[in-house]
């Protein structure tokens, strides 16, 4: 069984903090997807990386995929109360469905 | 549709009646999954259809749970004999998959909640 376990679970900050959220699995993933989940949507895909190493910019956003392709981060420069909700990665594996992660809640104060 | 789409959003029943969730996947994507989540917690798979396949079941919890997929759109799930423990919100997403950049398209799910 493939396991995703996310840190923190839980993260309250102030407008204009930085944060960086962890992704990590002792599996290896064929490529590793950042989603944002607001209260009562379904999550809505972020970023995708696939290779050992990546990194990828989404304006504050900065995604990185580990070398051994088994973890990944996600770090937000100058949090806006816009950036709050529950960020999942999830890991893909050939032709098995997404496995999800355990999901970290982040909360920008303005 | 737009998106996908899922109903009822809110299903409140009894514990032991026998509930259907249905999916409305985005029209021509070959793979549908369902997925349950606890209350602000991660997603845990529940079933995967991809094209004529047979589809993935080994995250069904128990033989309670079951899902199809009609003419390769419409799906539903069905969870027989409710229990407590089945409360959550059920959420699915449609995919058209093309090697490692599979992206998923998720409804806004169904909150489910067993008395």
């Known amino acids: 069984t493939q396991l995703l376990e996310q840190s923190p679970q839980f993260l309250s900050i102030q407008e204009g903090e930085n944060l960086t959220v962890y992704c990590n699995s002792s599996?290896?993933?064929?490529?590793l997807q950042w989603y944002r989940q607001e209260p009562g949507e379904g999550p809505v895909l972020l970023v995708t990386?696939?290779?050992?190493?990546e990194v990828k910019k989404l304006k504050r956003l900065t995604f990185q995929f580990g070398d051994a392709r088994k973890d990944s981060s996600l770090h937000i420069t100058a949090a806006q109360p816009g950036d709050t909700g529950l960020y999942l990665c999830?890991?893909?594996?050939?032709?098995?469905?997404?496995?999800f992660g355990s999901g970290t809640r982040l909360q920008v104060q303005p | 549709g737009a998106g996908v789409s899922q109903s009822p959003s809110n299903k409140v029943t009894e514990k032991g009646k026998d509930v259907e969730l249905r999916c409305d996947p985005i029209?021509?994507?070959?793979?549908l999954y369902w997925y349950r989540q606890s209350l602000g917690q991660g997603l845990e798979f529940l079933i995967y259809?991809?094209?004529?396949?047979?589809?993935?079941k080994s995250g069904l919890p128990s033989d309670r749970f079951s899902a199809e997929r009609t003419g390769g759109s419409v799906s539903t799930l069905t969870i027989q004999r409710t229990q407590q423990e089945d409360s959550a919100v059920y959420l699915c997403?449609?995919?058209?998959?093309?090697?490692?950049?599979?992206?998923?398209?998720f409804g806004s799910g169904t909150q489910l909640s067993v008395l």
């Open positions: 997403a449609s995919s058209n998959p093309t090697g490692n950049n599979e992206k998923l398209f």
């Open positions: 599996s290896v993933f064929s490529s």
């Open positions: 990386v696939v290779t050992g190493g």
């Open positions: 999830a890991g893909g594996a050939g032709r098995r469905a997404l496995t």
């Open positions: 029209s021509g994507h070959t793979a």
């Open positions: 259809f991809q094209g004529n396949s047979a589809p993935d």
